[in-house]
């Protein structure tokens, strides 16, 4: 490079910094427009697939310091976060005072994020560090190797914990909590920072809203178009046509306070889903028409988002059967993208209807032979069932909410 072009190209530098902090000096900001914080945030994810559009808003206070370790899948969480002076990052460390939240924790989705069947079904054919990225936050890349992980786990490594106590609860050298203490510090065994963020939608954003993968190597950059897992997003969207009364967090329906995760996937009895099946013959005059009629309705109480949500394979299906066990009827409860386009094909998953946490579906269908039975099934790999079922034990694959006759 030319001498003169050196002083040349840092006058220019100059220039452009001092342009950008007039930009943000505080005469400029008495005529610009104010923003909120989702604004805010809006702004920085628009900066493309770098590290700004996750972590810069833990900076501006808009996510609060947890949310500093989730990156969509990106990278798991850093190990310098994690440090802790007088706790280790094993889950086994709480349990002396917080015995009920870790048994909770332990038997839920979140305790086996990585030893549950179907993921670790998923991870030993895919091998990629994407998946551990969020299954196995505490996977440490520097040392170990995805495809070793996948052929050979060791349940009992850190890892394996999946997203354990500190994935969540420490940053920086402090345990955060959601909880303010602030004047009853007293009550506390160890000091707790409180970050409200905790409770908020983008926290759970960290895990549960990114887009289909352009590519995975040498790191994870998401393409800007469809979600491939969109449930935070539904369920915002659906929140602005809520009265103030029924506004709530993802935290309000799904986890209780000792980090019990709920969920719809429960039994008929609940109140959760409401099922209504009605058979009819109808007496026609030929014998070649459709005789029986099936009416059927569907109800999900207490929905803030589409259902199912989140991994494209779940599906909920209604079935049918005569008495000889053939499928006669079948509707699914789904959203199907073509990946290699990224285009919707369908989308017939529930949806809450606006100013509601109420989601409705009826239809009625036409039937040559009289239905015996119905059921009604969450199929987790649902697209692919077919080809995985041998390899799973009964009940893995498929949770069955309703199985009786068609009249209920």
């Known amino acids: 490079m030319s001498p003169w072009r050196i002083p040349l190209l840092s006058l220019v530098i100059l220039a452009l910094s001092t342009g950008i902090l007039l930009l943000a000096s505080p005469a400029r900001q008495t005529v610009a427009p104010r923003l909120s914080g989702a604004q805010i945030y809006g702004k920085i994810q628009g900066l493309g697939p770098g590290c700004a559009g996750c972590h810069l808003s833990v900076k501006l206070g808009l996510d609060g310091p947890a949310a500093s370790g989730l990156s969509k899948g990106i990278h798991p969480v850093r190990k310098k976060l994690l440090e802790h002076p007088f706790f280790e990052l094993d889950s086994r460390e709480c349990t002396g005072c917080h015995t009920k939240v870790h048994k909770s924790w332990n038997d839920s989705a979140h305790g086996q994020s990585f030893s549950n069947p179907i993921f670790q079904h998923a991870f030993k054919r895919d091998k990629k560090a994407w998946c551990l990225n969020c299954h196995a936050p505490l996977w440490e890349p520097d ?3 995805p495809e070793q992980i996948a052929r050979d786990p060791d349940f009992r490594a850190l890892y394996a914990q999946g997203i354990n106590c500190a994935t969540c609860h420490i940053r920086n050298g402090a345990i955060v909590g959601p909880t303010n203490f602030s004047g009853r510090e007293e009550e506390l065994f160890h000091p707790v920072t409180y970050d409200p963020g905790l409770g908020r939608e983008t926290f759970c954003a960290g895990c549960h809203q990114f887009n289909f993968v352009d590519k995975l190597e040498p790191f994870v950059v998401y393409a800007n178009d469809m979600a491939m897992q969109n449930t935070v997003a539904e369920f915002t969207e659906h929140r602005k046509t ?8 993802c935290v309000d329906c799904h986890f209780s306070p000792e980090h019990q995760l709920k969920t719809a996937i429960q039994t008929s009895s609940t109140p959760e889903i409401e099922l209504t099946l009605k058979l009819e013959r109808l007496y026609q005059k030929t014998e070649k028409t459709n005789n029986y009629r099936l009416t059927w309705s569907i109800q999900m109480n207490n929905l803030g988002h589409h259902y199912p949500t989140g991994d494209l394979f779940r599906i909920l299906t209604l079935y049918a059967y005569d008495s000889s066990g053939n499928e006669v009827y079948r509707y699914d409860f789904r959203k199907e993208v ?3 386009d ?8 529930l949806k809450p209807e606006a100013g509601s946490m109420i989601a409705r579906r009826n239809s009625e269908v ?3 032979v009289p239905a015996k039975r119905c059921e009604l099934v969450y199929r987790l790999q649902g697209s692919i069932e077919p080809k995985i079922h041998s390899e799973f034990e009964t009940g893995v694959l498929r949770k069955t909410l309703y199985s009786g006759p068609c009249k209920k």
């Not at 990224?342 to 998953?349: E, F, G, I, Q």
């Open 366 to 368: 036409f039937l040559s």
């Open 342 to 349: 990224r285009a919707l094909v369908r989308d017939t998953t």
């Open 242 to 249: 809520l009265p103030s009364n029924l506004k709530k967090q």
């Open 143 to 145: 040392s170990m190797d």
């Open 338 to 340: 073509r990946v290699i």
